[in-house]
């Protein structure tokens, strides 16, 4: 099987399209041919979302395949990951009513008018190409990490910025960034916020941490008019200091919940299921549990059972934070250690704690185990 070379950027076409040249086994995205194009030869290329003059498309061979853009008010071949700037484009946190007609609200009133289980065949290629195309982009990324380095936090999104638990999962995630790891959520508000308000501000004293919850404490919940901008406005008075990132994984199906900002990177898709199917699949360094309700329930069993499975090539740890919360208020850890004590599951690395000290130490007490199984590899 051919490897597709993927083209992304005017300049790395610029360097192929040398006169004469014939070009094979590229995957060309969201670029503009010129006149120069015709000059060159193509053979098995595949062109998405691309422009080019009329006599390149007429003399492209058979083996050449494109897919052209559709009328829709969205990306269909995003080449990159959403940034917060891009997805909320149009966006100024300084009046905060442009919220109505930024990007990202645009897509959402027509994925809301287009409804969510669309039927118009055009609506649907457009929306599975997009959600291709970030994928794609979300993997270029994660290709940057080893593997066991990818670690999710899971939660509720009705957190609140007040709440205790709040502070912990932006410490946690605060210090394993530090440590190098790449934190990946949801994407939305609530743990998910916490996480990437942690990863944003990793570099700072751990007493930053407290100082930007005070100042977002304002505005406790998504739902308050001021959640937004506050966390823009806090970016702006606390911009990152290293070149640590965090990756969110929102979607349109809940459309009606902000995307964090302080996400760096934004794999924003229409399909729930490939995103939370895909975003258990890559935190691969395991999964921090914090307090949440039906969402979080059917992640933690889902999680199991790629665990037990092996789905993934090999378990990864289960934290769970707030002992009385797992083991009373839902007692899912409980339920899990007597399940694998049965042999009903097997795999599972699991952990209860109610401090984020304790919630580190097993998260890097996996990357360490992992770091010397890659170097005995190695050897």
């Keep these: 099987m051919n490897r597709y070379i993927e083209i992304e950027n005017p300049d790395a076409l610029a360097a192929l399209l040398v006169p004469g040249t014939t070009l094979r086994h590229y995957a060309f995205q969201n670029l503009e041919f010129g ?65 109505g007609d930024c990007y990202d609200t645009r897509i959402y009133r027509h994925y809301t008018e287009k409804g969510k289980q669309a ?20 993997y270029d990324l994660l290709s940057r990490y080893d593997d066991y380095r990818v670690v999710a936090v899971m939660g509720g999104h009705a957190l609140l910025r007040t709440d205790d638990v709040y502070r912990k999962v932006a410490l946690i995630s605060k210090h394993l960034t530090e440590a190098g ?9 609530g743990a998910m916020e916490a996480a990437h308000l942690g ?82 699949a890559i935190a691969k360094g395991g999964v ?9 329930m059917q992640e933690i069993f889902q999680d199991a059972a790629q665990n037990h499975y092996l789905t993934c090539g090999y378990a990864s740890p289960m934290v769970f934070l707030g002992e009385e919360y797992w083991c009373d208020t839902f007692p899912v850890y409980p339920l899990l250690q007597g399940l694998q004590a049965r042999g009903c599951y097997k795999n ?15 998260v890097l007490a996996f990357v360490g185990q992992k770091e010397r199984e890659k170097l005995s590899v190695g050897k």
């Design 35 to 99: 006149r120069e194009a015709v000059q060159c030869r193509f053979d098995d290329c595949l062109f998405f979302g691309c422009t080019m003059p009329r006599v390149m498309r007429e003399e492209l061979g058979s083996n050449c395949y494109l897919l052209p853009k559709l009328n829709m008010p969205y990306n269909m071949f995003p080449s990159y990951l959403y940034s917060p700037s891009t997805l909320y484009e149009g966006y100024d946190y300084l009046s905060p009513s442009t919220f």
């Design 288 to 296: 921090i549990y914090s307090p949440g309700s039906a969402g979080t």
């Design 181 to 189: 790891c790449l934190m990946v959520t949801g994407g939305g508000p």
């Design 199 to 280: 990863a944003w501000l990793a570099g700072y004293s751990d007493s930053a941490v407290d100082d930007a919850i005070a100042v977002l404490a304002e505005y406790p919940s998504y739902k308050d008019d001021g959640w937004l901008s506050s966390a823009f406005s806090l970016m702006q008075a606390m911009p990152r200091v290293g070149e640590w990132c965090s990756v969110g994984i929102p979607t349109w199906f809940y459309g009606h919940e902000p995307a964090t900002p302080f996400a760096t990177h934004i794999a924003k898709y229409f399909d729930n299921s490939i995103r939370e199917d895909g975003l258990l």
């Design 119 to 138: 039927v118009d065949i055009a609506e649907t290629l457009a929306r599975s190409l997009h959600d291709h195309s970030v994928s794609n982009a979300l």
């Design 348 to 362: 599972l690395i699991l952990s209860l704690t109610d401090f984020p000290e304790a919630a580190e130490r097993a």
